[in-house]
């Protein structure tokens, strides 16, 4: 996994997490050790990964290759500059690993538009007609997404109430979303749509997500246009991006589309998925090490990794190295595998109830959020990292 880091009096520069090390892919490079991939160690200094991504899938190849064969057999590879290059993660201070320009978070997780479905439009059916003909999604705020770590303050919005008249103050019903996050690596010019068999030649790699959502808010404000200050007070990445390559071990069948897709969402294979185990801890204040509250997969997901950046670029849209995509909650079928808390309390209606005899709704101030993510296939394991965030209380309002 790539990302960015310090620690000392260091500036911040690009590591690939080994364990609990960072490999520093700086000291790396002016060591010499892609000297013959004609890579300048120079993009390996930058605060952001974009530089690196920029290069081109076979850079990234070529230089994962060479890190697997440096940190093969107990880093044999590195004998003699060891203590040089691999840094203790706890040392480390980490940053969010791209530059991101434009951030989309799309709605690719059928569980979770079903479940959304069946609260809100009981008397109807889970789904909109346009749900299985297209990857919806919404345009996010980029300024406003930070690295795992970065504490979350209680949004203040207009909440509604019963008579239709909304009053103002803090949030009510602060939920998380567990996604995962599309590290756009290519940039396509301005009219040219990305064909979807192409498409994943865009991808530099997956990070863990989480969109943070005020529901009741979010709830007022939604119609006509769609999600606004319910969302862009905060969006959570993980400090740590997996290389699309990676997952290529845990890429499975996805689940059929009915009905089939227009032309330009199909490719000449399948849409598939990555089996991939997801879960969500939620710490309490002052509980340091958490309950699990959900355990779902991202083979759940819909709509694929290609036929979102496919749909996104169809108009023309064009889309920029580091852009993030994000997929949206992933939920499964179960209860157990609900991806945020509106589902696993049922809209407030079916409370959480934890071991300290205390329960959740909704998030309190002080809570911790923690996401995590593995793939495990035939003895080969690959981490996604973590993403977490601690709520803190609203700040005070004066309106006089």
């Known amino acids: 996994m790539y990302g960015i880091f310090s620690y000392g009096i260091s500036s911040p520069r690009v590591g690939y997490k ?53 940190l093969a057999s107990n880093e044999a590879g590195l004998n003699g500059v060891r203590d040089q290059v691999l840094i203790d993660e ?53 300024s406003s997404l930070v690295v795992s770590g970065t504490p ?28 995962l996050g599309l590290i756009i690596g290519k940039s396509n010019p301005l009219g040219e749509p990305i064909a979807v068999d192409k498409a994943e030649d865009y991808i530099f790699g997956i990070t863990l997500f ?20 319910g969302k862009n007070f905060g ?8 290389p699309l390559i990676d997952l290529e071990p845990f890429r499975v069948a996805a689940q059929p589309q009915e009905p089939t897709p227009l032309p330009y969402l199909q490719g000449t294979h399948p849409p598939s998925a990555f089996d991939l185990e997801l879960e969500v801890v939620l710490h309490p204040s002052g509980d340091a090490d958490g309950i699990i509250i959900s355990r779902t997969n991202a083979r759940y997901l819909y709509w694929s990794f290609a036929q979102m950046v496919a749909h996104h670029t169809v108009n023309g849209c064009n889309l920029t190295v580091g852009d ?38 909704f998030l309190l101030d ?13 003895g080969l394991r690959v981490d996604l990292g973590d993403v977490h ?10 309106h006089h």
């Open 18 to 70: 080994y364990g609990n090390h960072i490999l520093d892919l700086e000291v790396a490079g002016l060591l010499g050790f892609f000297d013959d991939l004609g890579v300048d160690p120079n993009v390996f200094t930058r605060s952001a990964l974009n530089d690196f991504i920029a290069l081109g899938k076979p850079v990234w190849q070529a230089v994962g290759q060479r890190i697997r064969q440096l």
């Open 152 to 179: 979350i303050r209680r949004p203040a919005g207009q909440l509604p109430t019963p008579d239709g008249h909304p009053t103002f103050g803090p949030s009510r019903a602060l939920d998380f979303e567990l996604e």
């Open 324 to 361: 993030v995509l994000a997929t949206g909650t992933v939920s499964g079928p179960e209860p157990g595998s609900y991806g945020s808390l509106l589902e696993l309390s049922w809209n407030g209606t079916r409370p959480l109830h934890l071991p300290d005899n205390s329960s959740r709704t």
């Open 90 to 142: 706890t040392r480390a201070r980490l940053y969010l690993p791209v530059r991101v320009g434009d951030y989309t978070d799309f709605y690719a997780g059928i569980y979770h538009a079903e479940h959304v479905g069946q609260m809100f439009r009981p008397d109807a059916a889970p789904l909109l007609p346009n749900y299985r003909h297209l990857p919806v999604a919404y345009h996010g705020r980029a």
């Open 235 to 242: 969006s959570s990445m993980s400090a740590w991006v997996v």
């Open 389 to 398: 965030g601690d709520i803190q209380p609203p700040l005070s309002y004066d």
């Open 210 to 229: 989480n969109d943070w959502s005020a529901r009741d808010i979010q709830r007022w404000e939604y119609q006509p246009l769609g999600p606004f200050l």
């Open 366 to 378: 002080g809570d911790r959020i923690s996401l995590r993510g593995w793939g495990f296939s035939n």
